[in-house]
């Protein structure tokens, strides 16, 4: 049987949109035999090798805010101390990366060589939570000596851990870039993720076509950090989903049969 890889990106809350992606991947009956993810996409990548269901996801992501009051912090670089969410997400990952069901491969950045690591064995929370510490607004995160922060920053789409394990890749790039009227992102918070969308995707868009199907959403009009339009996010990239992974796409791309 031909091996299925499947690249999930950053996005910060328009990761969501990944959880669409899977609800579709599930509706059509296509597994998934090995994930690779980055920031947003390694923390769903790693719900989901553990067996989550899309809608457990979901709500997951709607009831742990991004931004908690009780992991401010004023001792580390960032806004909010990521380690205090390691708690938050004790109940829906394991503790090892070999307690998962698929494999999965974790993006972070090494912060004092500016290196890209793939984590994917022992020890799964610290590197999930490495790879979503954004900077400025999360901690870096030390494992072992080393300070880590988001993966996204050096590689938003990390085709390179698996690609040569699989026979078929298959990707979903949360952090859309379709054109927005700038009203809509007026605020300095959404100017800021708004250009770092249009870096990562300028960095990663080459790579899509290295997959046998690959699906960018059209979120544009969010923010990586609008906490209170999660539903709106996966509800607008739900239809897509539906719209874009049809069977015909799938079988054109010898994903189906």
Do not use: W
């Amino acid at each position: 049987m031909p091996k299925t890889g499947l690249i999930l990106s950053g996005g910060g809350v328009k990761g969501v949109a990944h959880i669409a992606f899977l609800h579709r991947l599930n509706e059509l009956g296509i597994k998934v035999d090995i994930i690779s993810g980055a920031s947003a996409g390694a923390m769903i990548g790693a719900q989901y090798a553990a067996g989550l269901s899309t809608k457990e996801m979901l709500q997951f992501f709607k009831k742990n805010s991004l931004f908690d009051f009780f992991a401010l912090t004023y001792y580390k670089p960032g806004l909010f101390d990521i380690e205090k969410y390691e708690q938050s997400i004790a109940s829906v990952i394991p503790k090892k990366f070999e307690e998962l069901n698929i494999p999965l491969t974790v993006t972070a950045v090494d912060l004092e060589k500016g290196e890209i690591v793939y984590f994917n064995e022992g020890e799964l929370r610290k590197p999930v939570l490495a790879s979503c510490a954004i900077p400025l607004f999360f901690s870096p995160l030390n494992i072992d000596g080393k300070v880590y922060v988001d993966g996204g920053v050096m590689n938003n789409y990390p085709i390179e851990p698996i690609k040569d394990d699989c026979d078929i890749l298959i990707g979903s790039y949360a952090p859309g870039i379709k054109a927005v009227k700038f009203r809509s992102i007026n605020y300095s918070l959404q100017v800021a993720s708004r250009s770092q969308n249009l870096l990562t995707y300028a960095s990663s868009s080459h790579k899509f076509c290295a997959t046998n199907f690959n699906i960018t959403f059209s979120n544009g009009q969010f923010s990586a950090f609008d906490t209170n339009y999660i539903d709106d996010i996966f509800k607008l990239a739900l239809e897509q989903a539906e719209e874009e992974m049809t069977e015909a796409s799938f079988k054109k791309c010898g994903i189906l049969s």
